[in-house]
C-alpha cells in the first residue's frame, strides 16, 4: 500500500516565487477546506485572504503580524492567510472546545489541494496575537490561530543567508509509526 501522492510530497517551505495565485485556486483551497468535517458541522474556521498584488496594505498589516523570523522569510509569498476559529457553536452558543482540531482538519484539506495545484503553505504560529485582534477586530468569540504563507516554490538562494541556512539544514523526518501508535493504554 502506498500513501496518496498529496500527503507525501507535501512540504512547507520557506522560499515562495513572487508570482501571484489564480483567484479560482485561491477559492477552490477555501472550498477542500469547507470540506472538512466539523463538530455539530458548524464550520468555525474563518479565513482572511491578503494578497501581495491586490491587497497590499491588508498583505503589509498581515505581515506586521509576524514575528521577525517569520517576517523575513514570508514575505516572499504572494498570498498571506489568516486563520480564525469562532469559538462558540452556532446552535447554542456554548463553548466550542473542538473548534482549533476542525480547524486543523480544514487546513489539512487545503493542503491536500494545494499540492494537487502545485502551490506550497508553510503555516505559522510565530506570530503576534495582540496585532492580529487590532488588525481583523474580531469579536469575543474569534479567535486568530495562525497564518499560512501560500504560493508557488521559489529558490531558496532567494532567502535571506540565515533563512537560507535554516531550510539547507532542515530534514523531512517523521517518527516511526511504532512510535506514535498504540492499541491499548500505556503502563
Not at 88 to 100: G, I, Q, R, V
Not at 137 to 161: C, F, H, T
Request: aromatic residues 10%.
Amino acid at each position: 500500500m502506498q500513501l496518496i501522492e498529496s500527503i507525501s510530497k507535501r512540504h512547507s517551505p520557506r522560499s515562495f516565487d513572487n508570482k501571484g495565485i489564480e483567484q479560482e485556486k485561491i477559492e477552490l483551497l477555501i472550498e477542500a477546506a469547507s470540506w472538512a468535517p466539523s463538530a455539530f458541522n458548524n464550520q468555525p474556521w474563518r479565513f482572511y485572504v491578503a494578497e501581495k498584488n491586490k491587497n497590499p496594505e491588508f498583505y503589509n498589516n498581515a505581515l506586521n503580524c509576524l514575528v521577525d523570523f517569520n517576517k523575513s522569510w514570508a514575505q516572499t509569498a504572494p498570498v498571506l492567510i489568516i486563520t480564525v476559529v469562532k469559538t462558540t457553536y452556532d446552535h447554542n452558543n456554548e463553548a466550542n472546545k473542538f473548534a482549533l482540531h476542525d480547524l486543523g482538519l480544514a487546513i489539512g484539506n487545503m493542503m491536500n489541494q494545494a499540492t494537487v495545484l502545485n502551490l506550497f503553505m508553510h503555516q505559522m504560529a510565530g506570530i503576534k496575537f495582540d496585532k492580529f485582534n487590532k488588525l481583523l477586530n474580531l469579536p469575543q468569540n474569534m479567535e486568530p490561530v495562525s497564518i499560512i504563507a501560500l504560493g508557488y516554490l521559489g529558490k531558496i538562494e532567494d532567502l535571506p543567508a540565515e533563512i537560507q541556512k535554516v531550510e539547507n539544514e532542515k530534514k523531512r523526518v517523521r517518527k516511526p509509526i511504532e512510535d506514535i501508535l498504540n492499541y491499548s493504554p500505556l503502563k
